[in-house]
């Protein structure tokens, strides 16, 4: 059984790691960051709707770099070096100085937009995997009052990619278990609705029950406990993030 850790070890090592990334601005450092984070998410899964959230993330960020290579390419500031290829020039108004569409495209404006993108892709990575390993009931239970409802907001709308992708996956599963063969999104989209609005009613039940804005006193008990092995994680990442910006 894996050893758990306290619900913001992750969160902790993820902004570290994220703050390494963006101030060294280095493709290599991204890359690393990436790949610690998917040995680790594959590490420490568990099944759990969350889960998840890491390849997706991985997905968003990989669309996100090639829409900013393109832009790259078709839009930006004329960047000199060796010329790759020439993309037919589009003229804009004179209050646009300096931008233009199309026009020769050089190895290094390439690179410069796919660097901009990794470095986003790579942030997007990190807030996913640092989802995918962390309940987000349990780290609920450890914000302190006066961001309680913050985290709330932030708790449903991190949760809700995965739970969404689980309900479709599972709808899709059903449908193909009576008989049919090929599932279309118009059928999958109301009993998705249906079952979406349903764990909302859930969610609002169990909260009610609760008494949750009824008192505006929490309680003390605290289930997760800090423990050395986070203090361990939080400090290599620490030692690691410095070495990695001040090098």
Do not use: C, N
């Amino acid at each position: 059984m894996k050893r758990s850790l306290h619900p913001l070890t992750m969160w902790i090592w993820a902004l570290l790691l994220i703050t390494a990334v963006v101030l060294t601005d280095r493709a290599w450092v991204a890359l690393g960051a990436i790949g610690v984070a998917t040995v680790l998410v594959k590490a420490r899964s568990d099944g759990s709707p969350w889960g998840r959230s890491y390849w997706i993330a991985l997905r968003i960020g990989a669309v996100i770099l090639v829409i900013r290579a393109v832009v790259g390419v078709l839009i930006g500031v004329p960047i000199p070096g060796r010329i790759l290829f020439t993309v037919p020039i589009i003229d804009l108004p004179s209050w646009m100085p300096g931008i233009r569409l199309g026009g020769a495209v050089t190895l290094e404006r390439l690179s410069s937009s796919l660097h901009e993108g990794l470095i986003i892709a790579t942030v997007i990575a990190l807030f996913g995997a640092a989802t995918s390993l962390t309940s987000p009931h349990k780290v609920l239970r450890t914000l302190p009052f006066f961001i309680y409802e913050i985290g709330i907001t932030l708790v449903i709308a991190t949760s809700l990619f995965p739970q969404l992708a689980q309900s479709a996956r599972r709808i899709r599963l059903a449908q193909q278990l009576r008989g049919h063969e090929k599932v279309s999104w118009r059928g999958l989209a109301l009993p998705l609705l249906e079952e979406s609005l349903s764990r909302s009613l859930q969610l609002a039940a169990s909260m009610d029950s609760r008494g949750f804005g009824v008192s505006r006193k929490r309680s003390r008990y605290r289930p997760e406990k800090w423990q050395i092995s986070d203090s361990a994680v939080v400090a290599l990442t620490l030692l690691v993030s410095s070495a990695l910006v001040l090098a």
